[in-house]
């Protein structure tokens, strides 16, 4: 069963610094997808970022890049210059491909909150 | 366009009622996704809708909950006989096929949820 570790419950950042948010795996399948997403107070689950098991490179969008060591089985997410608008809880999440599986499996979360 | 929106953003009931939560997904969207997240935890799948019918209903925690998808468009989450346990946020997500099979990209767009709240 495919399951996500979340080690960090809540993280405080200075605007303008990058931060690491950790994520960890355990799936005994060779093929999957991790995702990251943000949830701000208002409550919407906003997707962030994906990296594919089989992808070489280490996955980037904008400011967000994963950092996915999978002999570790951790694909942590790195956002670089923080802004106060970063401040939210952030999900990481998985997802088994195989047929009939759709779900994502996510983790417990980090409060990040950025000071100005 | 328009993302997926869920009615009512609020629902405070009493133990022992009846409730139903809506959701309308992106349209053109096959997929529909209901998750449930408890105060201080991350979402749990509950079922998905492949078109009308429930591809993978493993996540209902039991005969109490059911959901519905009659016209491959909106879906509604039905709870029976609530109790205290089942106050959470109810969230859904759609997305455009949602038969990734093989392929482990599946984007899932959630909408802002449900905040239930049993009494």
């Known amino acids: 069963a495919q399951k996500i570790t979340q080690t960090q419950p809540g993280m405080f950042v200075q605007e303008k610094e990058a931060v690491t948010l950790d994520c960890t795996y355990d799936?005994?399948?060779?093929?999957?997808?991790l995702f990251w997403y943000k949830q701000p107070s208002s409550g919407e689950m906003i997707f962030l970022i994906y990296?594919?098991?089989?992808?070489?490179q280490n996955a980037t969008e904008g400011r967000y890049s994963l950092n996915f060591q999978k002999a570790r089985k951790s694909a942590n997410l790195v956002i670089s210059a923080s802004q106060l608008g970063d401040s939210a809880m952030y999900f990481c999440a998985m997802r088994e491909a195989k047929f009939g599986n759709e779900k994502l499996t996510f983790g417990t979360g980090t409060r990040l909150t950025i000071i100005p | 366009g328009a993302g997926v929106s869920q009615t009512p953003s609020n629902k405070v009931t009493e133990k022992g009622k009846y409730v139903e939560l809506r959701c309308d997904p992106i349209s053109g969207h096959t997929a529909l996704y209901w998750y449930r997240q408890s105060l201080g935890q991350g979402p749990e799948f509950l079922i998905y809708f492949q078109g009308t019918g429930a591809a993978d209903d493993s996540g209902l925690p039991n005969d109490r909950f059911f959901a519905v998808r009659p016209e491959g468009s909106v879906s509604t989450l039905k709870i029976q006989r609530t109790e205290r346990g089942d106050s959470a946020v109810y969230l859904c997500a759609s997305s455009l096929l949602g038969l990734a099979g093989e392929s482990s990209y599946n984007e899932q767009f959630f909408g802002p949820g449900t905040r239930l709240t049993v009494l």
């Open positions: 990296q594919g098991s089989y992808d070489e």
């Open positions: 799936t005994s399948d060779q093929s999957y997808g």
